[in-house]
């Protein structure tokens, strides 16, 4: 049997940190390879052939030689999933839906797919496999039991282009004890977390080290939420980071209780983790009880931060504003908490509900859930839940405003320092050579001081302590993070739509005179879309005989429109003639660069000869 697995790609979003992916480490393309499809094909049956595609790094097979294709994802990810999925199925494949939202929320795929699988697929999958062997596979699998890690085989490493991620995922445990309100991976995962033993993790260690890895993260829920286990594991990671001479680099979440204990920190930093994702949430106490993270509430914040970055440990924090509590004063609360404590990449998002969590279920019961919009990533301008003690647009513009003021260079210098003077220096964190250091030293020295003038070559000196050399990587990494953020925010936090609006209808404008006479002739139809976003797209529909001056004048239009990082633009093609295949695809080339704000529409008959490569361009499939 030949079964493709496919990541979808995501959004763009702060994780993605694309202005550090393009400047600065060109080739590692996407934060972390798709552990869930290497999961699912080692629980394959040996004789089945397995290729797995994340369209984050790669381009999709538009006719792949597969019998079942397999569409994994978040929720973020479900547009795309749904859109992959009615195209591969329409081309006649079978078609299998899973991944985390086909996990939480198994209806909403009803109709899409062939095959569902709900739920952690450890023993599920094998038996799609032999019911699909048989050719009598169902419409649903759910995992309704408790699945034990002991059976979670080590994932098929070999299957994903390790080199293109920033981080390899290892997954050690799932399921975390604590019962936060708006959690859905109590309600995926349980609160009992189950673990895997040393040994497997070793040997999945053992795979990715004759991979070349060197920096691995480990996606749970909770790494500590099973402390005599958790404690287990890293004296065994400490002993092997000791016997492979310091191979890699960790990188976990946790939770904030880990400041409140010093074996375990001293254990963290003895088996080299670097950095920590920790939920904080908020620094207002009455905010973390309504929540019911009563965890965060034991011990001062502030000091908790302080004694993990006592241990050598970079904090990585998620930060949420809407809580019931919160008012109009909480904006500048949380801004002078992250600023204390130095936490760079500070993930601030909106209070969303998720289906299924008793945040969801509480506020549907009062009637505050606007059903309009869609609870899937907190860190957008909008959200599902409708605040309590501040009006929707007081919550947005603050949200707004308080990340404009913690990245401009002020604020992230000031972060840095703050973080530095507490910050104990690394065990041994050096995951890259001398030559990519080198490297990414030109480029942040490039991209990102000089570019930001003398003032911010200034702030960036003024905050390194150069007498510690040792933590200078941590400050230069610090300023990658900030001005990554700072990109993301300048090109999607757009104040007002109005000036974006206007720059776009005189894109239009000019596009139109550039292009007046292949509309005249009736094969090209030019327009704005102000619905799509705040700027409204620049749509170019491609409908007949286009000449070689076309594809060059309209690359040179759309470059300058695309310049303008609030500029998104759609080509529609219709007909496309086989001479103008090459300058069509150096149009491509030109607009590369933007692809992440280029979405083309190809129709059936074109799908193979325009080449469009989908991990650079939103490529969608006209019906
Ligand atoms: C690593 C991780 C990330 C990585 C990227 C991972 C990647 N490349 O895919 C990063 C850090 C980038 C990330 C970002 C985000 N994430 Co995330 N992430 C995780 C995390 C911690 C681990 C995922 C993982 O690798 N698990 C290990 C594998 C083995 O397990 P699995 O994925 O559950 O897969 C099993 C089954 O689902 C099944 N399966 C998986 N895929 C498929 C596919 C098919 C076809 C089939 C049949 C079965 C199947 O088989 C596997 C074995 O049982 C999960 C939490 C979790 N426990 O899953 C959150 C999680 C997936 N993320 C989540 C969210 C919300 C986000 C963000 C939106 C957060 C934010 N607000 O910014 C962003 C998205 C950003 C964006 N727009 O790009 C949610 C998703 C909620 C949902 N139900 O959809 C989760 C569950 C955490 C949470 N509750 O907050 N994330
Ligand atoms: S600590 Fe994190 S994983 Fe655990 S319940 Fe709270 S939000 Fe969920």
């Not at 003690?389 to 405003?401: A, C, P, Q």
Request: charged content about 25%.
């Amino acid at each position: 049997m030949r079964l493709l697995l496919i990541n979808p790609r995501f959004p763009e979003s702060f994780w993605s940190f694309k202005w550090a992916a393009d400047r600065i480490l060109p080739g590692r393309q996407a934060t972390n390879p798709p552990l869930g499809l290497a999961t699912l094909a080692a629980l394959c049956p040996a004789d089945w052939d397995v290729t797995i595609v994340d369209e984050n790094i790669a381009s999709l097979p538009l006719a792949p030689d597969a019998d079942i294709i397999g569409i994994g994802g978040m929720g973020v990810q479900f547009d795309r999933q749904r859109e992959l999925l009615a195209y591969y199925r329409k081309s006649g494949y079978r078609v299998v839906a899973g991944g985390s939202f086909a996990s939480l929320c198994p209806e909403r795929y009803e109709g899409l797919a062939d095959t569902v699988i709900a739920g952690e697929a450890e023993y599920v999958w094998p038996q799609f496999c032999r019911d699909v062997e048989r050719g009598r596979p169902e419409p649903l699998y759910q995992e309704a039991g408790v699945v034990s890690l002991a059976d979670s085989p080590v994932p098929r490493f070999d299957l994903l282009d390790l080199a293109r991620y920033r981080a390899v995922s290892l997954q050690f445990s799932r399921g975390c004890p604590f019962r936060c309100e708006f959690c859905d991976i109590i309600v995926m995962f349980g609160r009992k977390p189950r673990t895997k033993s040393t040994a497997q993790v070793g040997r999945e260690l053992d795979a990715l080290r004759r991979m070349g890895v060197r920096s691995v993260f480990f996606v749970d829920d909770n790494l500590i939420g099973n402390k005599p286990a958790a404690k287990e594991l890293l004296r065994f990671l400490a002993a092997y980071q000791r016997e492979h001479g310091y191979r890699f680099e960790f990188g976990t979440e946790a939770s904030l209780n880990l400041a409140q204990d010093a074996e375990l920190l001293e254990l963290f930093r003895a088996a080299n983790f670097g950095w920590v994702f920790i939920g904080i949430e908020s620094p207002d106490p009455a905010s973390l009880a309504e929540t019911l993270k009563f965890q965060n509430t034991r011990q001062d914040l502030l000091t908790s931060v302080r004694t993990i970055y006592a241990n050598g440990i970079d904090v990585f924090a998620g930060f949420i504003l809407g809580f019931d509590h919160d008012t109009t004063e909480s904006f500048a609360r949380q801004q002078r908490f992250i600023t204390d404590s130095g936490i760079q990449a500070a993930m601030i998002g909106l209070l969303q509900a998720t289906p299924k969590t008793p945040l969801y279920e509480r506020l549907a019961a009062d009637g505050r859930l606007n059903l309009d919009t869609d609870g899937s990533d907190n860190v957008k301008l909008w959200t599902n839940v409708v605040p309590k003690r501040m009006s929707y647009g007081e919550l947005l513009t603050g949200y707004r405003d308080l990340y404009r003021r913690l990245f401009d260079d002020r604020g992230i210098a000031a972060r840095v320092r703050h973080k530095l003077r507490h910050l104990r220096e690394p065990v041994a964190t050096q995951t890259h050579g001398l030559p990519e250091t080198l490297s990414i030293a030109g480029r942040f020295i490039r991209h990102g001081l000089l570019a930001g003038g003398i003032p911010r070559v200034l702030r960036f000196v003024r905050s390194v302590p150069w007498w510690r050399p040792r933590v200078v990587p941590q400050a230069v990494t610090d300023w990658i993070v900030g001005l990554s953020m700072r990109d993301y925010i300048d090109r999607h936090f757009e104040p007002s739509g109005e000036p974006a609006r206007r720059a776009a209808r005189e894109y239009l404008h000019r596009l139109e005179r550039v292009l007046a006479r292949y509309r005249q002739a009736g094969v090209l139809d030019i327009s704005l879309n102000e619905a799509r976003n705040a700027a409204g797209t620049l749509s170019l529909r491609l409908k007949g005989w286009l000449d070689r001056g076309f594809f060059v004048r309209a690359a040179r239009q759309l470059e300058t429109a695309l310049r303008d990082k609030r500029t998104y633009v759609s080509l529609r093609v219709d007909a496309l003639h086989e001479t103008h295949v090459r300058h069509w695809r150096k149009l491509l080339r030109r607009l590369s660069r933007y692809g992440d704000r280029v979405e083309i529409v190809l129709s059936e008959a074109l799908r193979h000869r325009a080449g469009v490569d989908s991990s650079v361009f939103t490529l969608r499939f006209d019906p």
